[in-house]
T-cell receptor, first 113, second 114 residues
Framework: DGGITQSPKYLFRKEGQNVTLSCEQN?????MYWYRQDPGQGLRLIYY???????QKGDIAEGYSVSREKKESFPLTVTSAQKNPTAFYLC????????????FGEGSWLTVV | AQTVTQSQPEMSVQEAETVTLSCTYD???????LFWYKQPPSRQMILVIR??????QNATENRFSVNFQKAAKSFSLKISDSQLGDAAMYFC???????????FGKGITLSVRP
């Protein structure tokens, strides 16, 4: 089935460690996004990428890094510089030719202890 | 820069009644799309309805309809005949074609009273 796969769904890490969240899509979409959601809060854009080997900072990029080496993949690294990384992370993608259709993954819960 | 504002954090509606959720947006782009997403406790984002900015006609999907006021940059969602399954968090979002950027509001928690 076509869609977006995020992994892992739940992740626990010690403070000070870098962690990488995976996002893979088989929809042949050009654009991919990472959002952070805190409990009871809206979605805030971390990074987005319109095309392979190119990405832009969103509203809260500090403490995060991404790469876009392949069209299908857009991994997010939460670095030790991120002061409060515990949150729910959502990945999304969209096709540039069908710009009114955006798909979401099921999300990843990151808890830092 | 584009912004989406949902000023009501919570709303409640009686089952079978109608409720309207408010949203305003701001963008300098002329090519944009507006969305309402539903997020139940599972956290899965579910597309409720979408509106192309170049279309004057308000979008409708079964019990869900929008009131799109382009000049006022307002995009409200009306839910008719509310059902218990409509209880969720609802997000308004704006997508601009120029930079493929999708921006969300803070969301509103809708509860449905039986």
């Amino acid at each position: 089935d076509g869609g977006i796969t995020q992994s892992p769904k739940y992740l626990f890490r010690k403070e000070g460690q870098n962690v990488t969240l995976s996002c893979e899509q088989n929809l042949n979409h050009d654009a991919m996004y990472w959002y952070r959601q805190d409990p009871g809060q809206g979605l805030r854009l971390i990074y987005y990428s319109q095309i392979v080997n190119d990405f832009q900072k969103g509203d809260i990029a500090e403490g995060y890094s991404v790469s876009r080496e392949k069209k299908e993949s857009f991994p997010l690294t939460v670095t030790s510089a991120q002061k409060n990384p515990t949150a729910f992370y959502l990945c999304a993608s969209s096709a540039r030719t069908v710009r009114n259709t955006i798909y979401f993954g099921e999300g990843s819960w990151l808890t830092v202890v | 820069a584009q912004t989406v504002t949902q000023s009501q954090p919570e709303m409640s509606v009686q089952e079978a009644e109608t409720v309207t959720l408010s949203c305003t947006y701001d963008t300098s782009e002329s090519d944009y799309y507006l969305f309402w997403y539903k997020q139940p406790p599972s956290r899965q984002m579910i597309l409720v309805i979408r509106q192309e900015a170049y279309k004057q006609q308000n979008a409708t999907e079964n019990r869900f309809s929008v009131n799109f006021q382009k000049a006022a940059k307002s995009f409200s969602l009306k839910i008719s005949d509310s059902q218990l399954g409509d209880a969720a968090m609802y997000f308004c979002a704006c997508y601009t074609g120029a930079n493929s950027k999708l921006t969300f509001g803070k969301g509103i928690t809708l509860s449905v009273r039986p």
